[in-house]
């Protein structure tokens, strides 16, 4: 088949443009990036194929084997490194006294965070990074104490120190007890302590307490006492005339409030308001016309004794005396004073016990 001569000249065109083109396919390498620890220090922004650089591991790394070369390809990348570069390691960081050092790994640009603990400031670098010469940046730091300047002492107060300090400053859970001068009466929290803020707690107030001259009570007396007004702490001792018994404490301090504890009271007697009959007191069975003085204490029980009439049996039902009062069970009957004479034996008290 024969060609025209203009076709001829187009398809050579084409057939140079085809050429040029699998030239142009075969690329170029770019400088290789520093990867893996391993880098091409110096050389040039291309290579091409069939090059070959030699490797070295960048700073930071050391040498761990492997061949240091690569070789460009013709599709433009470079073959696999075979180059093993590893980090290098600083020396383990030890925490600080009373502070602690927080890392992840010790290796080239590996960051130690340093904190202290409460009541301890941290002086120097509060971080440092393991450089390319295996050395980390910075020091490890200090963690010193948090200092307080001297507490206040509140009027009419002094202060025990823990122990004898020299300076004018002392550390952090360093304290002493606050007293007041007596009779001043310490009020708020006695323990002063230096806190982790660098500052004291709140110091306690002294103040003067006095309770009223003791009062008088019904049927009682005050022992030993000076009717005067009293500081913290005193005491009164209070006493019941006989037959009155006393309810409550005999002793009376002054609290540091300013009033008296609890006052005691003189309870009244009781009388067993039976006119014929038994009774049964402290164990005793006796007629109520034998016991005399016909008066029980507060307090104290008094037992009489009542008819079941089903069983026709008598059974025991005791009654309290409570300041004065004392009321008769109501189960009990008093018996008429002819059967009381007479007939005493077939009383509740005196037949056969439910
Ligand atoms: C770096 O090394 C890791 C494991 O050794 C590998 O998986 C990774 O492909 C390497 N990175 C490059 C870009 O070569
Ligand atoms: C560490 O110190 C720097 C400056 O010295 C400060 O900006 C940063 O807040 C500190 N970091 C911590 C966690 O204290």
Redesign the pocket.
Known sequence: MRMRPAFQRLLLLVCHACLLNTVTTDKVCSHPPP??GSELSGGQLFYEPGTQVTLSCSQGYSNAGGSRKITCKKNGEWT??ELKCSPKRCPVPESPQNGNAGFNNIVYKSVIRYSCNDGYVLVGANSSECLHTAQWSEPAPQCEPVTCGLPDIPPYAKIVYDKQFEEDTVQFGFGGIYECLPPMVLFGDKRATCTAEGTWTVPPVCKLVTCPVPSAIENGFLSFAEMREHGYKEKVKYGCHYPYLLDGPAEVECEETGSWSRIPACRAPCTVDIERGRILYKGVKKWIEDFKPNQVLHSEQVTVYCLNEEGNCGYPVSMQCNDGHMPTPACYEEPSATRYQLKAGSLPSEIKQC
């Open positions: 990867e893996n696999e490194r």
